[in-house]
T-cell receptor, first 114, second 114 residues
Framework: DVKVTQSSRYLVKRTGEKVFLECVQDMDHENMFWYRQDPGLGLRLIYFSYDVKMKEKGDIPEGYSVSREKKERFSLILESASTNQTSMYLC?????????????FGSGTQLSVL | AQTVTQSQPEMSVQEAETVTLSCTYDTSESDYYLFWYKQPPSRQMILVIRQEAYKQQNATENRFSVNFQKAAKSFSLKISDSQLGDAAMYFCAYRSASNNDMRFGAGTRLTVKP
């Protein structure tokens, strides 16, 4: 089974802190994604990466950055956390090629910024 | 950018009955994929069913089936013989065949009454 692991299930941070959310996948997938999930808004794409050291902005990249130094790891960085970044963050990965369109998700990190 | 709309924030169904969840999407592309994901209280996103746009035949997975209307850009999910374990958030998602990012709707919370 594909496993996508997010380092923290719950996280509480203070306004202005630098926050790192880590995600690791064990299936050698090319593509990795960060979404945030908010009630009534569904999942919104923050950033994605289709290769090591490559990144693309999604729909809501402001206030976030990402790092992909190794294929299996994709980190989401909140440079200076703000209360409006309180949310559920979901990491996902997928392979490349026909028949590989499915996303595999982690269990999410519920981040609270106080 | 493509958009996905789920117009039913909440739905409920009696156990053993049938329920249909609605989804519409907006795209100018002809080749794409559509998905329904389920998110139970555990937060783990689970793929329920997928449909390739070039296939006219509606996808079916056991009690789950879709009604894919390409011209109307509609992709509804039918759950037959509903079970208590079907209670969850359901997300409709769209992915272009030409890129790797996936877009989600706002979700429908399904309650199953015993």
């Amino acid at each position: 089974d594909v496993k996508v692991t997010q380092s923290s299930r719950y996280l509480v941070k203070r306004t202005g802190e630098k926050v790192f959310l880590e995600c690791v996948q064990d299936m050698d997938h090319e593509n990795m994604f960060w979404y945030r999930q908010d009630p009534g808004l569904g999942l919104r794409l923050i950033y994605f990466s289709y290769d090591v050291k490559m990144k693309e902005k999604g729909d809501i990249p402001e206030g976030y950055s990402v790092s992909r130094e190794k294929k299996e790891r994709f980190s989401l960085i909140l440079e200076s956390a703000s209360t409006n970044q309180t949310s559920m963050y979901l990491c996902a990965s997928s392979d490349t090629g026909t028949g590989s369109e499915k996303l595999f998700f982690g269990s999410g990190t519920q981040l609270s910024v106080l | 950018a493509q958009t996905v709309t789920q117009s039913q924030p909440e739905m409920s169904v009696q156990e053993a009955e049938t329920v249909t969840l609605s989804c519409t999407y907006d795209t100018s592309e002809s080749d794409y994929y559509l998905f329904w994901y389920k998110q139970p209280p555990s937060r783990q996103m689970i793929l329920v069913i997928r449909q390739e746009a070039y296939k006219q035949q509606n996808a079916t997975e056991n009690r789950f089936s879709v009604n894919f209307q390409k011209a109307a850009k509609s992709f509804s999910l039918k759950i037959s013989d509903s079970q208590l374990g079907d209670a969850a958030m359901y997300f409709c998602a769209y992915r272009s065949a030409s890129n790797n990012d996936m877009r989600f709707g706002a979700g429908t919370r399904l309650t199953v009454k015993p």
